[in-house]
């Protein structure tokens, strides 16, 4: 029996090429780009749960409800690690987290460069690293132990025995000897915590001096809660523990007109579990990337896949007046209503098992451009394929089902002797049949003006003007192979008599996102007039002001003249309106028991992405904080020369620089490379709605000219003129997208503004945008009606008039 339903199916196709070729190309690009899609919605909703505890793991980041609202930090200061345990000896486990800013190891007098992470003992037993040899129970029990990575120990000692080893650490001022206890087994690409070494905290840059100080937050901590516990109830028991440590913060809370939350609490520790790391912004280990954006993935998947199988649907159901005959047929012949539906589902799976075949090609063959385009890992190997299995076996299934078995349902229940004599009423059909092209253009226009608003926003991004010069300053990332302060004295030095060169300077921190890939903020709070003012800190060198191109509003930048500058401050004018003084150069301001003094207000610029507003910021030349980059600010003329020949020079001066020097105008947009990745999508997910619309479309038109032939014909011979004909046949699909549109530009409205609200400078979404998304969809939409419509007005109408 299924043999015979097999044959029959595929006679059909075979006889209806055309349609079948149609379904065949619009559901395998579906296919195909549902897969990568989803693919890539798994993969980063996937963060962090192969952890064998993730569900009790949590992050402790501070809340404090200050004057201007509420701020949250995940930077916590390095005793509360241990009052934790302390205060509270249920916690299972519990480690901090911290960056020791990157290290060079030493082994046998070779220098490796390598991302050291210190942590507590209990870091190895929470998390699921596991430790493939060496010392699996305690791998950090002594001060002076390393655990490597497996790519580690194969990098540095290639096919031999890495534990047991001892190798040299450079802590920042010194070489320090190390034993290697164990090496774990590589972090996967889905983990939020990455690490090529770990090493005991006591190795944490400034442990010994602040770790009784609890105003110095530099680090993360995680905590694992019993089974028996959960989040909601330990918050509420940290509020004692918050009371305890920070009751002077509390204090000085209320004297800056604080307002408390609903619970009266003007501080709190808060949690944050451990999956969702990866799509909070508050963590300073993850990305903080929106969960929208693999929710978006998923959803612009399931349009497509909606949008495939509604033509699927469409062409069934057109082709129910040049079926009805067969229908009637089988039904007099005593066929019944399963056995109707079966045929017409086999016909349905034989069509979608070729495209599925076809998709998966296109996926294998596309997978390459797809990774680099949208800078997807796409690592198949830490999927849950569970749940990935789950759901494409759903929506084959759903597929398949709907697109043969409701067309079978709708044309079995006509009358039988309507069937045989091909008189059926199409009026069913042609409702639900632009019913379903409108929900395919709303999507369309939906995805058309959600482009073009993505596309003006990150093209805001890119030419709003920050305030600094970005195009003429040359970043270096100096490493830790040298001695910093000598590595900035050594340029200028030879820079000096470089013509193409205007200025040189260094800085603790980048501008934008540089190719070492770092990108970090230092904020400290200080108490002035009885209030407490917080500023991002930045320690900066000679010429920096002019180096950037800032601009001085009052007072002046720092100089080798004056040798007290070390102990004095610049300002940006936000840190100024903080201050309250008109004119603050001259102020003194407390900071770790010294008076540091003001002498210049440069006026505000970007130094963080234009997600946030310009915050405060103090500048400052303090030597015992270690310089991290060299900006070098050259000429317009022939800048690539210039790269070329800067870069030259440092790798003179520093032979096993790793990290490539880059312009400040490639560190500024590589900041909005989540933006950019949100463009394309829609970009692509629009192309190939529009694409897969319009091949339903053109179907749909063929199946209603062919369906109204003798009417054409008829108005031919009447003296219809063939713009006539060509706007008869093409008002019906441009008023049902005119539909389309007005549903749709609410709906995208609402989501872009919710979008938008991201960024602290955005666009004002146009009302053009809306107009140009409907004459868009209308041009494509008559663009591709009009082929068959015109072929039809220019038929002779002799033919379409012939009987029978």
Not at 9 to 24: P, V
Request: charged share 20%.
């Amino acid at each position: 029996m299924i043999k015979n339903y097999i044959k029959t199916a595929w006679r059909s196709l075979w006889k209806h090429k055309s349609f079948a070729f149609i379904n065949i190309v619009g559901m395998a690009v579906a296919f195909g780009a549902v897969i990568l899609l989803a693919l890539t919605a798994f993969y980063e909703l996937s963060f962090d749960g192969f952890h064998q505890n993730k569900n009790h793991i949590y992050q402790v980041y501070r809340e404090e409800h200050i004057s201007t609202g509420t701020e949250n930090s995940s930077s916590l200061p390095i005793p509360l690690t241990p009052a934790l345990k302390a205060d509270f000896p249920d916690i299972v486990h519990v480690s901090r987290f911290g960056d020791n800013g990157g290290s060079v190891i030493r082994y046998k007098g070779k220098d490796y460069n390598y991302s050291i992470r210190t942590v507590d003992q209990d870091f190895l037993k929470m998390f699921t690293f596991p430790v493939i040899s060496g010392n699996s129970s305690e791998p950090l029990k002594a001060q002076n132990d390393l655990v490597l990575s497996a790519n580690t120990a194969k990098s540095i000692f290639g096919k031999e025995e890495a534990v047991g080893k001892v190798v040299e650490l450079n802590t920042g001022s010194e070489w320090k000897p190390f034993t290697i206890t164990a090496v774990a087994a590589n972090t996967p690409q889905n983990s939020s915590l990455n690490f090529d070494a770990l090493a005991r905290f006591e190795q944490f840059p400034g442990y010994n001096q602040d770790k009784d100080n609890w105003d110095v937050s530099n680090h993360v901590v995680y905590l694992q809660l019993p089974e028996s516990v959960d989040e909601v109830h330990f918050e509420q028991r940290l509020k004692l523990f918050v009371h305890k440590y920070y009751g002077g913060n509390i204090k000085q809370l209320k004297i800056d007109g604080a307002q408390p939350d609903n619970e009266g609490e003007y501080m709190r520790m808060r949690l944050i579990p451990l999956t969702q790391i990866h799509f909070n912004k508050i963590s300073g280990e993850a990305s903080g990337i929106n969960r929208f954006y693999p929710i978006l993935l998923l959803l612009i998947s399931v349009f497509i896949l909606f949008i495939a199988t509604v033509n699927f649907i469409n062409l069934s159901l057109g082709r129910a007046f040049t079926r009805a005959k067969e229908i009637g047929v089988r039904k007099v012949m005593g066929a019944r209503l399963g056995q109707i539906l079966m045929q017409f589902c086999c016909e349905s799976l034989m069509i979608c098992i070729f495209s599925l075949a076809v998709g998966v090609l296109l996926v294998v063959w596309l997978m390459p451009a797809y990774k680099q385009i949208f800078r997807q890992p796409l690592s198949l190997a830490v999927l849950d394929w569970g749940k990935v299995i789950c759901y494409f076996v759903t929506g084959f299934v759903s597929i398949v089902l709907l697109s043969g078995a409701y067309p079978a349902w709708l044309m079995a229940s006509y009358k039988t002797a309507q069937s045989v004599k091909g008189k059926i009423s199409m009026g069913r059909n042609n409702k639900l049949r632009n019913s379903l092209m409108i929900v395919q253009f709303v999507l369309s226009c939906l995805l058309i003006i959600c482009t073009t608003i993505a596309w003006q926003q990150l093209n805001f991004l890119r030419s709003k003007p920050l305030g600094f010069n970005k195009n003429q300053v040359i970043s270096i990332p100096i490493g830790n192979n040298i001695d910093r302060e000598k590595a900035l004295y050594l340029m200028r030095n030879q820079l000096a008599n470089s013509p193409n060169v205007l200025s040189v300077t260094g800085t603790d921190m980048n501008m934008g996102k540089g190719r070492d890939n770092s990108a970090s903020t230092s904020i400290m709070g200080l108490v002035y007039n009885g209030k407490t003012l917080k500023s991002h800190w930045r320690r900066i060198d000679y010429d920096y002001v002019k180096t950037l191109g800032l601009t001085l509003t009052s007072g002046r930048e720092f100089s080798k003249a004056y040798g007290t500058d070390t102990t004095a401050i610049v300002i940006n004018q936000t840190m100024a309106q903080q201050l309250g003084a008109k004119n603050p150069v001259g102020i003194s301001l407390p900071v770790d028991g010294k008076q540091l003094r003001v002498i210049g207000v440069i006026k505000d610029f970007n130094f963080q992405p234009l997600q946030k507003k310009i915050e405060p910021l103090t500048m400052l030349i303090q030597p015992q904080w270690q310089l991290s980059y060299i900006f070098v600010r050259v000429k317009p003329d022939d800048m690539p020369a210039s790269m070329a020949a800067i870069t030259k020079i440092w790798k003179q001066i520093n032979p096993k620089a790793e990290a490539a020097a880059s312009f400040l105008d490639e560190n500024v947009d590589r900041q909005y490379k989540k933006e950019e990745r949100l463009s394309k999508i829609f970009v692509s997910g629009a192309l190939l709605t529009i694409i897969i619309s319009c091949m339903g479309l053109f179907a749909i038109a063929v199946l209603v000219i062919t369906q109204r032939t003798k009417e054409l014909g008829i108005r031919k011979v009447l003296g219809a003129s063939i713009p006539t004909i060509v706007g008869l046949i093409s008002k019906d699909f441009v008023t049902l997208i005119l539909i389309s549109s007005v549903i749709a530009s609410p709906i995208a409205w609402l989501v872009m503004n919710n979008w938008l609200q991201d960024f602290a400078y955005r666009i004002t979404i146009s009302w053009w945008v809306f107009v140009f998304a409907a004459a868009t969809a209308v041009f494509i939409a008559i663009v591709t009606v009009s082929f068959q419509s015109v072929k039809a007005a220019l038929a002779n109408p002799v033919k379409s008039l012939r009987s029978e």
